[in-house]
């Protein structure tokens, strides 16, 4: 097993942004009390960076991986890299060049991956129960819901589960386990949305794979990153293979 001290993590550093490979488990920001919270796990590492005035700015989390999903985790650390990736994210033309989000997806087998085209585009609209800390997604829209894209390829499939590789256009809450969820697909470990067993450090088996973003301290230069799941088995061993 990998060496899972977060010094041994971290993928990118410069004065702009930090890119880590998140634990199941670790919080990006507002960790609940006994939960790790990587942004300040990440300030105690690498500290606050001057912003003027006497100003500090701490490591900020630009874009959301839930707490049990692993991957590749953007922090910047300086308020005009937030403000610059914010805009990369988003779906609307963007100067700077539009950031990119690829996962790994472990579904269980079922009579809906049999089906599930080899490759393909879901779109939905969802709601957020805040209560429930849980997305459902919908067909069709409504006042309380936000459209939500993401394109899949099927990578493969083994005796038990199967292998999708994810493209997510927008950034929803919960939005790829969501929208699995609507079309019969569950990802291996995700008891929230309807998978069958639990896995054994809470976490599930989707994975954010790689980034690729345009670089906010040189116009024009794009940065891609990527990372292997943080701890390594027989089944990410076999999804990596295909």
């Not at 990998?2 to 010094?7: A, F, T, V």
């Not at 300030?43 to 700015?57: N, P, W």
Request: glycine share 8%.
């Amino acid at each position: 097993m990998k060496n899972l001290r977060l010094e041994d993590r971290i993928l990118l550093v410069n004065n702009d942004v930090i890119v880590v490979n998140k634990l199941a488990g670790e919080a990006m920001e507002g960790a609940k009390r006994g939960m790790a919270d990587l942004g300040k796990l990440l300030t105690e590492e690498f500290g606050a960076v001057k912003k003027g005035r006497g100003k500090e700015m701490v490591p900020t989390a630009v874009h959301r991986l839930d707490v049990p999903v692993t991957g590749c985790a953007l922090f910047a650390r300086t308020s005009r890299a937030v403000t610059f990736l914010n805009k990369s994210f988003s779906r609307t033309a963007y100067q700077g060049g539009r950031a990119e989000k690829y996962y790994w997806a472990v579904v269980e087998l079922s009579r809906a991956f049999s089906d599930l085209p080899e490759t393909g585009e879901l779109v939905h609209w969802i709601q957020v129960n805040t209560k429930k800390n849980q997305s459902t997604a919908y067909d069709k829209p409504n006042a309380m819901r936000k459209e939500a894209i993401l394109r899949y390829r099927v990578r493969g499939r083994g005796k038990s589960y199967g292998f999708l590789e994810i493209d997510l256009v927008t950034g929803r809450h919960h939005q790829i386990r969501s929208q699995l969820a609507a079309v019969g697909l569950h990802i291996k470990g995700d008891l929230k949305y309807g998978a069958k067993r639990s896995e054994q450090d809470g976490g599930i088996r989707l994975h954010a794979r790689s980034l690729y973003l345009p670089d906010p301290s040189i116009p024009g230069n794009f940065i891609q990153i990527s990372a292997d799941p943080p701890r390594m088995d027989k089944l990410w061993n076999d999804f990596t293979a295909l």
